[in-house]
T-cell receptor
Framework: AQSVAQPEDQVNVAEGNPLTVKCTYSVSGNPYLFWYVQYPNRGLQFLLKYITGDNLVKGSYGFEAEFNKSQTSFHLKKPSALVSDSALYFC???????????????FGKGTKLSVIP | NAGVTQTPKFQVLKTGQSMTLQCAQDMNHEYMSWYRQDPGMGLRLIHYSVGAGITDQGEVPNGYNVSRSTTEDFPLRLLSAAPSQTSVYFCATKPRWEGVTEAFFGQGTRLTVV
């Protein structure tokens, strides 16, 4: 079964500093990987995805993520954090070679990012 | 276009009551799904549908029923509400079930069972 781990419940970073939100995954084949963001009292919004190709994926709002197959990781990064980036971030995975029962995404537990002014 | 619309936004139920959470989409998406979000648990899949007339169970289906009579609507029914079903419920859609497209989420229904 596929799984996603977000090892940090909360990440605090000062405004203007680089941020990293960690994600590791476990799947039986090659994965499709996603990051979503959830602002308070809102649904999840898509940030970026990895399908194949370049290991560095660029997404919305200046975020990027680095796919590392050997470490089974897909960490979310941003060079300079903004206070408005404060939100809950979810990593998700979909197994590439799975059968009819795996259309769905498996989500991590989420990491709360707080950017301190 | 409204995207994915969930109603109601908030609901309080008494134990044993039944109710239906509504999800409607106007994007002609093939795939629709229901998740519940609980603190420290992330999102867990309840049920999903790959098209009208086709539904299947996700990770946590017990206590919930779904049907998909049209492409647009995917209601989630709680037959006999329990306090353990207190949660925030999200409906999510994708254009096609097999594509690697992002999911589109509704704004959620916050349900409290007392």
């Amino acid at each position: 079964a596929q799984s996603v781990a977000q090892p940090e419940d909360q990440v605090n970073v000062a405004e203007g500093n680089p941020l990293t939100v960690k994600c590791t995954y476990s799947v039986s084949g090659n994965p499709y990987l996603f990051w979503y963001v959830q602002y308070p009292n809102r649904g999840l919004q898509f940030l970026l995805k990895y399908i194949t190709g370049d290991n560095l994926v660029k997404g919305s709002y200046g975020f990027e993520a680095e796919f590392n197959k050997s470490q089974t990781s897909f960490h979310l990064k941003k060079p300079s954090a903004l206070v408005s980036d404060s939100a809950l971030y979810f990593c998700a995975v979909r197994d590439r070679y799975s059968g009819a029962g795996s259309y769905q995404l498996t989500f991590g537990k989420g990491t709360k990012l707080s950017v301190i002014p | 276009n409204a995207g994915v619309t969930q109603t109601p936004k908030f609901q309080v139920l008494k134990t044993g009551q039944s109710m239906t959470l509504q999800c409607a989409q106007d994007m002609n998406h093939e795939y629709m799904s229901w998740y519940r979000q609980d603190p420290g648990m992330g999102l867990r899949l309840i049920h999903y549908s790959v098209g009208a007339g086709i539904t299947d169970q996700g990770e946590v289906p017990n206590g919930y029923n779904v049907s998909r009579s049209t492409t647009e609507d995917f209601p989630l029914r709680l037959l006999s509400a329990a306090p353990s079903q207190t949660s925030v419920y999200f409906c999510a859609t994708k254009p096609r079930w097999e594509g690697v497209t992002e999911a589109f989420f509704g704004q959620g229904t916050r349900l409290t069972v007392v």
